[in-house]
């Protein structure tokens, strides 16, 4: 047996790294390496970064300062500590790292997971920089969680099932941090959903950069599209609520919108970003559609599924935005009715067309837009929760709650829930009357009848 070490690892980001990040700490349980809440007893701390806008790759070097002050404070005890850097900041910058953070140990790219146990064993000698994009596929070569990994991790999983992007958005990273986009395998999915299933699992969301593009290739040997592979997946027994994210408004195919007709585990939350309200940003971003495409898309998702939840992302302050593009995005925030959404000031990503553009924009103009759009987005988001009050909704039960006999769920429309409940009950998919509604939450309690959701009285279609 391999002796037991301790492994702190912190996510920065999407959902894609969090599920990464679960991934490493499986690939290094052989290791002997356990994880911990905190990295002050840690022998091997491993940052996962993100590298979307400035302030987010700027988080990882200031944690780094503080990474670095543990590893001395462990030396001068006789004890090694180890510093990994991995995700999309180790993908962009690779050596750069080293020179500006020389505590530093690892760093490894994000195709590249599968070799940590390696690569972490040859730190002991000297540096490791790993970012090529290797031939053999991770996924094949990754450890599967145990069943009490699984466990642990809650009743509902991230799965990724596709990866990098192709369509270039001039504002976008992610292309060249994650690279071209890659589809999973249909059966090696499968697989990967009965184990979860098998431990418990009921909610799945199946996630990638670009996850509607999905195209990998189906049992039959000929490429699967992301409603096929919802249609299967919705079949393993015991996964009972199904969501996907984050999907492009040009992928979003016909099929796919029947899935949110036909399918009772597909949830009624979509989140499509936008970025933007405005015809001409939308073209200057290479969005690839228009304003109006993207309200027809919604048209026919609500056509589909009329009580679906929409959520978004949004950049304030790209190039060249005038009062009338930011005005054109106000208006479409409006319109939409949208259940939440993210907003961003645009942030110029060496390497990214967006970041050479001339007409860049003051910090204060940003600042302004950012403040005004947040207030739409909170004012639509109140009035999504309001409109739940007094309804029935079917929550599953994922945790307990701050207080005592509380339990924290989620609702169809991914709102957190708050019920009153005994915790023996998590796991379950209980029907909660609400009695109550704040900015971000609900309050409920458990009802007696069925909840009354479209979702479960069969309406929509
Ligand atoms: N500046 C600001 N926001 C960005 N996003 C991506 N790149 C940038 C950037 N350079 C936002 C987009 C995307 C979300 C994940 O992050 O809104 O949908
Ligand atoms: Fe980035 Fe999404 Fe555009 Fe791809 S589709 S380039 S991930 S914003």
Known sequence: MKPARKLYIKSFGCQMNVYDSQRMADALAPEGYVETETPDDADLVVL?????????????????????????AAASDGRNVLITVAGCVAQAEGEEIVRRAPAVDVVVGSQNYHRLPDLIARAREGKIVDTQFPVEDKF??????SRAATRARGVSAFVTVQEGCDKFCTFCVVPYTRGAETSRPV?????????LAGAGVR??????????????????????????????????????????TTSHPLDLGDDLIAAHRDLPALMPQLHLPVQSGSDRILAAMNRRHTRA???????????????????????????????????ATLKLVNEIGYSGAFSFKYSPRPGTPGADMDDQLDEAVKSERLYLL???????????????????LSVLLERPGRYQGQLIGRSPYLQPVQVEALSSLIGEIAAVTITDVASNSLFGTLAAAPANEPALAGAGA
């Open 374 to 392: 947040q207030d739409a987005i909170d004012r639509s988001q109140a009035a999504f929760n309001r409109d739940c009050r007094g309804r029935t």
């Open 48 to 72: 996962n970064t993100c590298h979307i806008r400035e302030k987010a790759a700027e988080k990882v070097y200031s944690e780094l300062g503080r990474m670095r002050r543990l590893k001395e």
């Open 140 to 145: 094949d070569r990754l450890a599967a969680p």
């Open 293 to 327: 495409d993207y309200l027809d898309i919604i048209g026919r998702l609500r056509e589909a599924r009329p009580d679906l939840a929409l959520t978004s992302d949004f950049i304030v302050g790209f190039p060249g935005e005038t009062n009338d593009d930011f005005a």
């Open 203 to 244: 909610e799945v969301t199946l996630i990638g950069q670009n996850v509607n593009a999905y195209h990998g290739e189906g049992p039959d040997g000929r490429p699967s599209s992301l409603a096929r592979l919802l249609e299967r997946t919705a079949r393993i027994p015991g996964i009972d609520r199904l969501r996907y």
């Open 187 to 195: 059966v090696k999915i499968l697989a990967e959903i009965e184990r």
